[in-house]
């Protein structure tokens, strides 16, 4: 049974970090695309970073790029999100998914994905 639960969420103020860590379970990374999304309160989800596999392509969305770092473990089965330098507007339920053999090209839009985990609320505020 495929399974994706994450951990590292919870409440920082603006300028901290955290970690969001994803460990998978029923199955192999080696062939996955890793995607990190975020969706705030009455907004759509969207994409914050994506690492596929095999050559590693990374995205950032602009909104991120120089504050998150994403990474992979397959052979742990595990996948991180870095954030630092965060914001209020960082504040967001965040989901790790995984797609086999996606793209780069299509990696940052939700559609593409088949497995999701349970999502981890971030909040950052003073």
């Known amino acids: 049974q495929v399974q994706l639960v994450e951990s590292g969420g919870g409440l920082v103020q603006p300028g901290g970090s955290l970690r969001l860590s994803c460990a998978a379970s029923?199955?192999?990374?080696?062939?996955?695309?890793i995607g990190w999304f975020r969706q705030a309160p009455g907004k759509e989800r969207e994409g914050v970073s994506c690492?596929?596999?095999?050559?590693?392509?990374?995205y950032y969305a602009d909104s991120v790029k120089g504050r998150f770092t994403i990474s992979r473990d397959n052979a742990n089965n595990a996948m991180y999100l870095q954030m630092t330098s965060l914001k209020p507007e960082d504040t967001a339920v965040y989901y790790c998914?995984?797609?086999?053999?996606?793209?780069?090209?299509?990696?940052?839009?939700?559609?593409?994905?088949?497995?999701w985990g349970q999502g981890t609320q971030v909040t950052v505020s003073s």
């Open positions: 029923g199955f192999s990374l080696d062939y996955y695309t």
């Open positions: 690492i596929t596999s095999g050559d590693e392509s990374l």
């Open positions: 998914a995984l797609a086999k053999l996606l793209p780069f090209s299509l990696c940052v839009s939700p559609n593409h994905y088949h497995f």
